[in-house]
């Protein structure tokens, strides 16, 4: 079983949609999580970080986290065309990073 | 502050071919990274280094070697290239969150 798992998509929404996005992981001892954007030929850049369960806000995107339930969700709020891209989910534990495979983005104007 | 820079930003090696892949961060980070991403793998650890000083392997350290050779730079090496090697390459350095250079596209025929 992988440490992370992620529906790759993709996804295609129109402008001004909300956009859920989501990873499952298998250790419950996971404690920092973090959703990364990256565009086309480009590297990962960070979007959100946080460690611990609830929700955490960043202008119109909300990262959550259930411990319980070992899920983690991305919101975007009024999608734009330049979140078109795709994110990925990760975990951190100690020195080690695992990574969802990514959900490609797709929003059409 | 440029943050992390990899050289070059493409390569196109024959099979059996050497080359060293540069990351360099200005950041002043402890902890080093080297993924290789792949279409439908996500992001693949291959080397990490925790400090100056140390490495370790990661997922798939197979074929690669790696040196870091001071604090801000951090190598990764294909001694001998072979085509399964033909990928992206990113490195990342980390204080809390881990930050990506632009990536280096690497094609082995």
């Known amino acids: 079983q992988k440490e992370v798992e992620q529906d790759p998509g993709p996804l295609s929404v129109p402008e001004g949609a909300i956009v859920s996005l989501n990873c499952t992981y298998s250790?419950?001892?996971?404690?920092?999580f973090m959703w990364y954007r990256q565009y086309s030929r480009k590297g990962p850049e960070l979007l959100m970080y946080?460690?611990?369960?609830g929700n955490k806000e960043d202008g119109r995107f909300t990262a959550q986290v259930d411990k319980s339930s070992k899920y983690i969700s991305l919101f975007i709020r009024d999608s734009q065309p330049s979140d078109s891209a795709t994110y990925l989910c990760?975990?951190?534990?100690?020195?080690?990073?695992?990574f969802g495979t990514g959900t490609s983005l797709t929003v059409i104007p | 502050n440029a943050g992390v820079t990899q050289t070059p930003k493409f390569q196109v090696l024959k099979t059996g071919q050497s080359m060293t892949l540069q990351c360099a961060q200005d950041?002043?980070?402890?902890?080093m990274y080297w993924y290789r991403q792949d279409p439908g793998m996500g992001l693949r650890l291959i080397y990490y280094?925790?400090?100056?000083?140390?490495?370790d392997k990661g997922e798939v350290p197979n074929g690669y070697n790696v040196s870091r050779l001071n604090k801000r730079e951090f190598s990764l090496r294909l001694e001998s290239a072979a085509p399964s090697q033909t990928s992206v390459y990113f490195c990342?350095?980390?204080?809390?969150?881990?930050?990506f250079g632009p990536g280096t596209r690497l094609t082995v025929t």
């Open positions: 990342a350095s980390k204080s809390y969150e881990q930050y």
């Open positions: 250790n419950s001892a996971f404690q920092y």
């Open positions: 946080t460690y611990s369960s």
């Open positions: 990760a975990i951190n534990t100690g020195n080690q990073f695992y």
């Open positions: 950041m002043n980070h402890n902890s």
């Open positions: 280094s925790a400090s100056e000083g140390t490495t």
